[in-house]
């Protein structure tokens, strides 16, 4: 039996990640933060209790600050494969938090590729890098297009990507970046833009809100599905040769137009509820990132299904589904405008 040791194991990624692996058979050990409340809803549908002999997902307590304690469980769970998806991963945060953005998506990096190294196991790793990358460099964008980072999380990501091909390099080590372009889900994080709209979309079709801020519609990005990224992901490390991969659709598309097909699949005027605030805006905008994905076609066999458009539809029909389901603690409690959130 492969075994896997996953970073991030709470976020969109990480969940379907552990999802896909514990369907192909491996035991996965995930790495989660101590919180005071309960942080695994995304995983815990893949609960089976650890003392049944069937079980084959664990849990461990960690923090990508403590390279220590990262080095102690690598050793303990000596895996076959470790994907390091945890981040800080919202790139409006990162303005707000720089040093915690450098520290968990640019340092945590080195914390656990160090942790492979001083546990001494034969693994292969997978890093998390990102179309963020890109910046300012117009599309199509593939593995051979120059970096230019315009905010502190690409900045992070940047050292990450490249301290990752410097192990490669110096160590011998198998380890991969997998440039992903923006992929979402019914699971993604909720102040991400798309989830962000179709969330809205719900609640204003069950008359439980009205209005929507949002901040800048033009900027045009590659919305994929992540449950189809995780197997990009997988396949990376199952290569002959470790190698850097571009997963994206390869399809364009702007925040207004993925916003309009949002509203309309809904039956809703997006004009009637779509008001601008400023909050949203970034010091430095990346207009548009559009990814091409030949490489890993060709050498992966892998290729985007769910293009963005059907993604929005998904995904709407996804939250208002949610919603109707009594008790989402999320609508009940939280005002989608209340907090004063990214
Ligand atoms: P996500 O939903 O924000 O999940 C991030 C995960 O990292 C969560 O499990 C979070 O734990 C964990 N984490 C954050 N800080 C940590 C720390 N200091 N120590 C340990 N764990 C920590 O992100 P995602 O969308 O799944 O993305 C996965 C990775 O891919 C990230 O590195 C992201 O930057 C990168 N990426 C994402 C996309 C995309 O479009 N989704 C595209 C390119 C690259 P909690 O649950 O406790 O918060
Ligand atoms: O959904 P977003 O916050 O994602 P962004 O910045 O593209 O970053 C995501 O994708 C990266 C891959 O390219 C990942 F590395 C990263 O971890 C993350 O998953 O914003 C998308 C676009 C931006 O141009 C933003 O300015 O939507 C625009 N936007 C307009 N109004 C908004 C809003 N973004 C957010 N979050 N909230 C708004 O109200």
Redesign the pocket.
Same mark, same amino acid.
């Given at each position: 039996m492969k075994r896997a040791f996953i970073?991030?194991?709470? &976020?969109? @990624? &990480? $969940?379907y990640l552990a999802e896909l692996l514990l369907g192909k058979g491996y035991e996965v050990h995930g !790495?989660?933060?101590r #919180?005071s409340t309960f942080?695994t809803s %995304?995983i815990d549908h893949l609960y089976v209790d650890p003392h049944e002999p069937e079980a084959r997902l664990y849990l461990h307590y960690? @923090? !990508? $600050?403590d390279g220590a304690r990262l080095a102690t469980l690598l050793a303990e769970i000596n895996p076959d494969e470790v994907y390091? !998806? #945890? #981040?800080? *991963? +919202?790139v409006r945060v990162s303005f707000d938090e720089p040093e915690h953005t450098a @520290?968990?998506?640019g340092t &945590?990096t080195i914390r656990v590729l160090e942790a492979v190294r001083a546990s001494k196991i034969e693994t292969r790793y997978y890093q998390? *890098? *990102? $179309? /963020?990358l890109y910046g300012a460099t117009p599309p199509p964008q593939n593995e051979e297009t120059a970096f230019y980072p315009r905010s502190p999380?690409a900045a992070a990501?940047l050292y990450s990507f490249w301290i990752t091909k410097n192990y490669r390099e110096a160590y011998d080590l198998f380890a991969v970046n997998?440039? !992903?372009?923006? +992929? /979402?889900s019914p %699971? %993604? &994080?909720e102040t991400?833009v798309t989830r962000k709209i179709t969330r809205a979309v719900a609640a204003i079709k069950a008359g439980r809100q009205d209005h929507v801020y949002m901040g800048n519609l033009d900027a045009v990005r590659d919305w994929g599905y #992540?449950a189809e990224y995780v197997e990009g992901m997988w396949r990376m490390l199952q290569a002959d040769t470790p190698d850097d991969y571009v997963l994206a659709t390869g399809v364009g598309t702007s925040v207004r137009e993925f916003l309009v097909t949002a509203f309309e699949h809904a039956g809703l005027n997006w004009e009637d509820h779509v008001r601008f605030d400023e909050r949203y805006l970034r010091p430095t905008e990346v207009d548009a990132l559009i990814g091409d994905p030949s490489k890993a076609e060709a050498e992966l066999g892998w290729k985007a299904k769910v293009h963005p458009l059907d993604l929005a539809r998904l995904m709407v029909d996804a939250d208002i589904e949610a919603l109707q389901h009594a008790g989402q603690p999320w609508i009940d409690r939280v005002p989608l405008e209340g907090w004063p959130l990214r």
């Open positions: 970073t991030g194991i709470t &976020g969109q @990624d &990480g $969940s !790495l989660i933060r #919180a942080n %995304r960690g @923090d !990508l $600050s390091n !998806l #945890a #981040a800080q *991963s +919202h @520290d968990t998506t &945590g998390a *890098s *990102s $179309s /963020e999380y990501k997998g440039i !992903l372009f923006n +992929h /979402e %699971r %993604r &994080g991400f #992540a």
